[in-house]
Every structure is written in C-alpha cells, then in structure tokens.
C-alpha cells in the first residue's frame, strides 16, 4: 500500500440539531461492539432472525474485494494492453445497476488514457439508445463487455444478443473475440460466453453483490480497460478501509457517517442531498443506487437527492441533510454558501474533500461502510432488495399479453391535449379529483388541471420524481431540469430524475419499499423505431414500454401516488409542452 492514512480524503461531519441522538447512537454501538463484528462478518450485527443471517454472510465478499484485487491488478492491465494492442477503439458496457454504475464513474471521471478505447455505457433499452451506440461502435474495432451477476438480466441479455447477432453476421467465427463476460461462477451468462468463446470470461467473487461490486472484476475490468489508475484507486480504499476500522468511532469516518444518515432520517431528515463539484457529479448516482438500494425497505429509507440544482437554502424544506463533495482546487461558490446557511439553520452538513482523483476508491469504500452502517442503525437489511423482482415480474406478464394471441385493451387516457397523454388508476385518479375539488376547481378535464390536482397533494417531507422512459440525451436532461427547479422551488420539496429502466435496478427499490413520501411521474413516448430483440416475440421499444407499465404497476400496488404521462412520438415537442403546463402551475 503506497498512500498514507494522513494522505485519505478528509471529512467533517456536523450533525447539527441531531446532535444528541446521533451521540447516543455511538455510544450505543460502541457498547455493543459493533465495529469488531462487523469487520468479523457477525451477521447478527445487523439482524437475529436466520433468513436475513443468511444473506448477510453472503454479502459481505466486499469488505475484501480491494484486497484481493490488489494482487489481481497487473493481470487486468495486462489484458487491456492486449486489448488495445489489437486495434480496439470503442468498448461498451452492456449492464444495469451495479454492474454499469461504477464503470460509468470510472469512465466519467479518468477518461481513457491516450491508446485506449473510450468507454461507452448502455445501460437502456430504449430503441434510440441502442442505435446510438450502434452507430458510434464500428464492430471491428469494438470490444463489448457484458456483465451480469445473475446472467440472467433481462436488459443486459437483449443487448448482448442483438449486438452479438450483428457480429455474428459481419465478423464470422472473429465475433468471440469482440465480447467478454464478467459473471458469477455457474451462471447462464458464464455458459453461453464460453459456448460462443468469448475473449475472456471473468468470475466474480460470488459473495458480493451488485451495488457493492465497484472495488471487485465488475467496476475493476471497465477501469483497466480505459487505462484508469487502477492500484492507486485500490491502494486508497484500502487506507479508508484501515480508517473505518477504528474503534474509536468519532475517529471512524464510515460510522460517524453513516450514523448520521440514519439519525437525520430516524428524526424526519431523509433526503440526503449532494452537492458535487463538477469532477466528482459523475460519483453521484453510484451512491444513489448504493444508498437508496440498500436503506429503501421495510418503510424505512435515506432519500439520496442526485443532480438537483443549488437554489437558495429557503427552496429547501427542513427534511434535509447536505454532503458536500470536494475535489482540492475545484471551487463552488454556489455550494460553499448553501453549505454555510445549512450550518447557520442547524442541519446536519458532511464536508469530504478528495485530495485527487484517484481517491475515487477510498470514496467508494467508506460509502459501502457508512452505508451498511446505516442499514445497522435503521434496524433493516442492508444486503437484499426485497422489491426489486416486482417490476420484473409485471413486465414479464406485461410482454406475454404484448406479443401472445390474447392481447390485451390498451388503457385509456383520463385526459389528453397538446400532444400528451395522462394516464392514471383508479384510486390515484379519485384523489387528483378530490385535490381538484379542495383548490375550488370541478373534476380536471384538462391536462394542466389534472396535473395541479395531482402535484396539489404533494406535502412537506415528500419528494418528486420524474422518471423518464426515454433515451438519454442532454436535450432532455436540461428540460427535466428546469422541471424538476420549478416543482422544487413552488412546492420546498426534494426532486428527483431518474431515467427507466436504468433506476428500476438503483431507487427503484425505495420507491416501492422505503417511505410512502414519493410523488411519480412515469413519462413514456413512442418508440423511436422498432428494433427487434432476437430470439424474442418483442422489440426494444415494446421491452422498454413493458417495464415502464410494469413499474408503474409494482407502484400502485404500493398505493405510491403515481401518474404516466406519454409524450408521443416527439420527445421534444412533448417535453416542452409538459414543461410549460408545470411552469404555469400556480
């Protein structure tokens, strides 16, 4: 290990008016020594009953990932010299969740080294998508890397298959050499990838699971491929690991902070809002699938707000908790005074600064500890995603009656206009009627009625979510943005976006397992072609729309309070026209 302790990112947490739970809560994992069972993989430090035991102790492969790693490093650098050696240009990850978040950060933040491939992430079905990274990625020059820890995801198998038929057809018998697999051992994906003799077939560490995968094969292999400084990345998490050993926990930066999440959350203040400089942004949604994945159960749950624009602290309600995420020499005045009048009103403020990049790794770590730790405080699972299947399933059936002889009606719209479709069940409906009828107006017929009727019902401690079925560009980010401010600053909740079905494998979790506080608006649009998915009766476009319904399904049965809005077949168009009914909301 060539960093030193003293050269770890620095962090600085003030709890604010949760000081004296937050002391209590210490002192009670202190009493109960914690910190040794956790790093001895005690189960029982987290829950007694065996079910839960049992996952645990299958789980926690991550608290040695980095060491293990460490000695793996210099084969993955040299396979990707290999790789670039033979004229690759382009690699693309072909994942969901864990699988993709943690390359994307690494991609986002490294770059690719001068001689190796630029690293594109497909994280989507979303037929626009699809093409786009299609025409982007001559096949000759592109190594695709498919990764599942299942083998058995249903979007990461789509893509492998029409990327794979598309080889097949213009590399001949070369199409093995254009694919890897990073797997569990004994997985589907393992089969097939040895069947079709892909260049390489990496095994993960069946002990660790998805969004905890970042520091083993699943983030590490993308890493080495672009030229990321992997040792550096492995030696840091390595000194944070060493840190949050300490049993004296004031000294301990992943229990000081993830106790703090989870008395700010016990005491009403769940939304944990980042506030990045601009290298770390890319970070940001890896820790929103780790947090929110992870506490977002039994009706519990830290709400990571992710990308939310930095207004004034009085946009904010008093459900709040800022971490602030510094890179040394990056400043944001922005954030620096947001983050001194949070400290003035008495909110609960982390402040962490990352000396360099290649700290990533230590960032990675002590979030993987605190969040556990949370999980410990909250009395819940950190380790399963107990709702996370629901979705999949309704999709399945959802794709049966999409491509079966017995078709089923399509719903009908409760109002529609410029463009735009609003689509709601019945309960959610005879609430967006009874709000309509408290703001003094009759039963909406209109869209921006509807709307204000359903956003009216939105209350302190609630947040918003914008999630959007669509491909992911920055044209539509930008108008997802200035939504999400508008609702942000009229109604002094949290917001967030979130793009489907990239979240069902991240947030997703929290919205139909953690707190009945989230407000959802699933947007769909037409499909901008019909891309078949070979060897299925389905397109992308029809597999998109199935998981989008299918989520919006899983949420009713919830009782979420959720609407779909279908924006047809011009994106853009429709988005404008949403954008202009909420900014005339009063």
Not at 83 to 104: N, Q
Not at 271 to 299: D, M, R
Request: with cysteine; charged share 25%; glycine share 10%.
């Amino acid at each position: 290990m060539n960093i030193s302790l003293s050269s770890a990112p620095a962090q600085q947490v003030l709890p604010g008016r949760f000081r004296s739970g937050y002391e209590r809560s210490l002192q009670k994992q202190r009493d109960s020594g914690a910190v040794a069972r956790f790093w001895k993989k005690d189960p029982s430090v987290f829950k007694l009953d065996a079910g839960h035991q049992k996952v645990v102790k299958n789980r926690l492969g991550w608290q040695d990932a980095p060491a293990r790693m460490q000695t793996d490093w210099a084969s993955l650098e040299t396979f990707a010299r290999d790789v670039s050696h033979s004229g690759i240009e382009h690699g693309v990850l072909l994942g969901m969740g864990g699988s993709s978040l943690a390359p994307e950060v690494f991609a986002e933040i490294f770059g690719s080294r001068a001689g190796r491939p630029a690293l594109h992430i497909l994280d989507s079905t979303d037929p626009a998508f699809v093409r786009r990274i299609e025409q982007q990625c001559p096949l000759a020059k592109t190594l695709f890397v498919v990764a599942s820890k299942s083998g058995g995801t249903i979007e990461t198998l789509s893509q492998m298959e029409y990327f794979w038929a598309l080889a097949k057809a213009s590399l001949k018998t070369g199409a093995g050499r254009h694919f890897v697999a990073i797997t569990d051992p004994k997985s589907a994906l393992e089969e097939t990838a040895r069947k079709r003799k892909f260049r390489r077939v990496f095994l993960n560490s069946p002990d660790i699971g998805g969004r905890y995968s970042a520091l083993s094969l699943f983030g590490l292999v993308p890493a080495a491929l672009i030229g990321a400084p992997v040792s550096e990345i492995l030696d840091s998490a390595l000194v944070m690991r060493e840190l949050c050993e300490r049993k004296d926990l004031e000294e301990n930066p992943g229990w000081t902070l993830g106790t703090l999440m989870a008395q700010a959350a016990l005491a009403g203040a769940n939304k944990l809002t980042f506030l990045a400089t601009e290298t770390l942004k890319p970070f940001v949604p890896w820790l929103e699938q780790l947090i929110a994945e992870s506490t977002g159960k039994e009706g519990q749950g830290v709400v990571p707000v992710e990308a939310e624009e930095v207004l004034r602290l009085n946009a904010y309600g008093a459900t709040r908790i800022f971490v602030a995420l510094r890179l040394e020499g990056e400043e944001d005045p922005h954030v620096d005074d947001l983050i001194g009048q949070a400290q003035a009103r008495e909110d609960a403020v982390v402040e962490i600064s990352l000396p360099e990049k290649s700290r990533i790794g230590a960032e990675m770590m002590r979030w993987e500890v605190a969040t556990s730790v949370a999980g410990l405080v909250l009395g819940i699972n950190p380790y399963d995603e107990p709702n996370v299947s629901e979705s999949k399933a309704v999709t399945t059936k959802i794709l049966k009656t999409m491509t079966g002889a017995g078709q089923t009606a399509a719903p009908r719209a409760r109002v529609s206009g410029q463009g735009l479709k609003l689509f709601a069940d019945d309960a959610n409906w005879e609430l967006i009627k009874e709000e309509a009828v408290r703001q003094g107006r009759k039963a909406p017929k209109d869209l921006a009625a509807a709307l204000g009727g359903f956003l009216g019902q939105v209350r302190s401690g609630d947040y918003i979510a914008l999630l959007s079925y669509t491909d992911r560009i920055p044209q539509y980010e930008k108008s997802l943005a200035r939504m999400r401010r508008r609702m942000t600053e009229r109604l002094a909740v949290a917001s967030l976006r979130g793009y489907g079905p990239r979240y069902l494998h991240s947030i997703g979790q929290l919205y139909k397992g953690g707190p009945n506080t989230g407000v959802f608006m699933i947007l769909t649009a037409d499909p901008s072609e019909k891309i078949p998915v070979p060897g299925k009766k389905y397109s992308f476009g029809e597999l998109e729309m199935a998981q989008a319904l299918g989520d919006l399904s899983a949420l009713e049965g919830h009782e979420r309070r959720v609407i779909r809005i279908h924006l047809g077949k011009n994106i853009s168009a429709g988005l404008k026209q949403l954008e202009e009914i909420i900014s005339g909301l009063q």
